[in-house]
């Protein structure tokens, strides 16, 4: 009888990348980074003040994962570790922007926004007006939530728009259960709330805030 070969799940191919990177095979962070890249960076795009900072932050992410491999400890995934860095490298943007260039006039990064962070909001295969809808939609909820405290913004993108576990997302804020849930309600409450104050009643319903 011929055995079936079953697909590897996520976590069982992240612990055998993180084997492969290890031992720096030729190809391991290649292959890291056509998995991760791109979601690392929208995630960093989302935490940072001034988002024409996110390609910066996304190398210095994939540096500091390549310099620092060998010293991972296995105490979470390596996708969970990966988020963890991304987001104490976007924190540390931060503080720096606030004490060097908050005076500044910030760069306007719409141009950035049509190479593809919004791309996870638009259904490719609607007509030119709904994907204007789409676009006009997704840019008012990302200004909105680019406001909401960065505690609890950080908890909605991980667990609204990364779709992280609760588990993996304790492991990444480094927090208890209870913290994450609650951040997670207060964050989407302060972008209802946002949404409401700043926009018309039906452009806020187009966001679905409900707590599981």
């Known amino acids: 009888m011929a055995l079936i070969e079953t697909p590897l799940s996520p976590k069982s191919a992240d612990a055998d990348l993180l084997i492969r990177l290890r031992a720096r ?3 391991a962070f290649e292959e890291l980074l056509e998995a991760y890249q ?5 995630f960093v795009y989302r935490l940072l003040d001034d988002p024409s900072e996110a390609p910066d932050v996304t190398q210095e992410v994939f540096i500091k994962v ?3 491999i060998d010293n991972f400890r296995g105490d979470c995934s390596l996708k969970t570790w990966l988020y963890r860095i991304a987001a104490n490298e976007a924190a540390n ?3 720096w922007f606030f004490r060097h260039r908050r005076p500044e006039t910030c760069i ?3 141009a950035d926004s049509e190479n593809g962070h919004h791309d996870s909001f638009v259904d490719q295969s609607e007509g030119p007006f709904d994907l204007t ?4 939609r997704a840019q008012m909820i ?5 406001r909401v405290d960065k505690r609890f913004r950080l908890a909605v993108i991980l667990r609204d728009i990364e779709e992280l576990s609760y588990n993996e997302i304790a492991e990444v804020m480094q927090v208890s259960l209870g913290t994450v849930k609650s951040r ?5 409450e302060a972008l209802k709330t946002g949404l409401l104050s700043e926009f018309p009643a039906e452009a806020a319903e187009t966001y679905a805030v409900q707590a599981e």
């Open 25 to 27: 095979r030729p190809g």
């Open 38 to 42: 791109q979601p690392i960076y929208r």
């Open 66 to 68: 390549f310099c620092k």
């Open 93 to 95: 943007r931060r503080r």
């Open 108 to 110: 306007d990064a719409a």
């Open 133 to 136: 809808y789409q676009r006009e």
């Open 142 to 146: 990302e200004e909105t939530l680019r």
């Open 184 to 188: 997670i309600l207060r964050g989407r």
